[in-house]
């Protein structure tokens, strides 16, 4: 099993930036992908942004150029930079990790943008 801890989301005006956090219960070299969903009231999950074992990363057409994913492997964290953020970014951010063939997912976090 693996337990998803995710932090950061918050509060923030149209064109600022935030970083979100997930923290693993174990080793993420070992999973093969992790990554970051979110949902929107209303709306279906949707994938945002993901990076698989050998660091190669995947993100959707709407957040390329603004989200960066990335990962440190000795604090078992995933990250979400997120630059240049837009009310239609407004969503519960999950972090996943797909593991020994189970999707893993976190309680989620609240990001809202708006002025």
């Known amino acids: 099993q693996v337990q998803l801890v995710e932090s950061g989301g918050g509060l923030v005006q149209p064109g600022g930036s935030l970083r979100l956090a997930c923290a693993a219960s174990r080793s993420i070299f070992s999973i093969r992908d992790m990554g970051w969903y979110r949902q929107a009231p209303g709306n279906q999950r949707e994938l945002v942004a993901r990076?698989?074992?050998?660091?190669?990363?995947n993100y959707a057409d709407s957040v390329k150029g603004r989200f960066t994913i990335s990962r440190d492997i000795a604090k078992n964290t995933v990250y979400l930079q997120m630059n240049s953020l837009q009310p239609e970014d407004t969503a519960v951010y999950y972090c996943?990790?797909?593991?020994?063939?189970?999707?893993?997912w976190g309680q989620g976090t609240q990001v809202t943008v708006s002025s």
């Open positions: 990076i698989l074992t050998g660091g190669d990363t």
């Open positions: 996943t990790a797909y593991y020994y063939s189970a999707r893993y």
